[in-house]
């Protein structure tokens, strides 16, 4: 089995949102590349994560082939040829969306520096709830945290039985009006989308290092490089560490 590139950050993404929206299902099409139709509730917390490249010259591939404006891509020139590429690890931590565990899981927010507010587009009701959950998250989290907004199960809103409740146009007005950096429809179970929200918080989140936005030695800040002794370490693509009981930094 080959080993993944090794990381130069690691950063703390938590998926938040009401229960079943599909906050686990994402995280685990994200880790394992698999869809999994039968997932208990999830109670507390569970943790993945995912080894993904960010800036130049990814990123850069990444805007080439979504067509991107000048404005979109901060007008950023071609890489210089041999541009080492960066990687960051995300470690993902995903949330119980019920009420009973809502004073376990607002603890998670802490040190966070990176938010998928996630909701049902097929249930109006979860999408009624993202600004709740929002005010929490910005009450906890660090200021510059990166949130995006996420509407799952594109895959029921297609054909004769489309079940859509709310469309885009309403979700995208939402994020715009809440400062949320952006709104992306996914589908967990044929993982349209599933790549592109993780790696549009992920690349954000780079251009906040570059920008000195995050103290790397503050594990407040959500965001870490490579410690003494760690760079060029190796870490397993897909390694879940599902025992693991504490954050990220």
Not at 44 to 66: C, N, T, W, Y
Request: a neutral charge; charged letters at 25%.
């Amino acid at each position: 089995m080959s080993s993944s590139p090794p990381w130069d950050y690691i950063a703390k993404l938590v998926c938040i949102g009401d229960s079943g929206c599909g906050k686990s299902s994402l995280t685990i099409r994200l880790c394992e590349g698999r869809f999994s139709p039968q997932h208990d509730v999830t109670i507390g917390v569970e943790f993945g994560s995912r080894i993904v490249p960010v800036g130049p010259p990814h990123s850069k591939m990444l805007q080439d082939a979504s067509s991107a404006t000048a404005a979109d891509t901060n007008g950023l020139p071609d890489p210089p040829r041999n541009t080492p590429q960066k990687h960051m690890k995300l470690s993902l931590w995903d949330t119980a969306g019920q009420e009973t565990y809502k004073s376990v899981t607002r603890s998670y927010f802490r040190g966070a520096s990176g938010a998928l507010l996630v909701f049902d587009i097929t249930r109006k009701a979860t999408f009624a709830h993202v600004t709740d959950w929002l005010n929490d998250l910005r009450q906890i989290a660090e200021p510059d945290i990166v949130v995006i907004l996420v509407g799952n199960k594109t895959d029921m809103a297609a054909g004769e039985e489309n079940k859509r409740e709310v469309s885009a146009a309403e979700a995208e007005e939402w994020a715009k009006r809440n400062g949320v950096m952006q709104y992306v429809e996914t589908s967990a179970k044929s993982g349209e989308g599933v790549e592109m929200a993780f790696m549009r918080v992920a690349e954000r989140i780079f251009d906040n290092i570059n920008a000195g936005k995050y103290d790397l030695n503050d594990r407040r800040s959500g965001v870490k490089g490579p410690g003494p002794g760690q760079a060029g370490r190796q870490v397993k693509l897909n390694d879940a560490n599902k025992g693991s009981g504490g954050g990220c930094c």
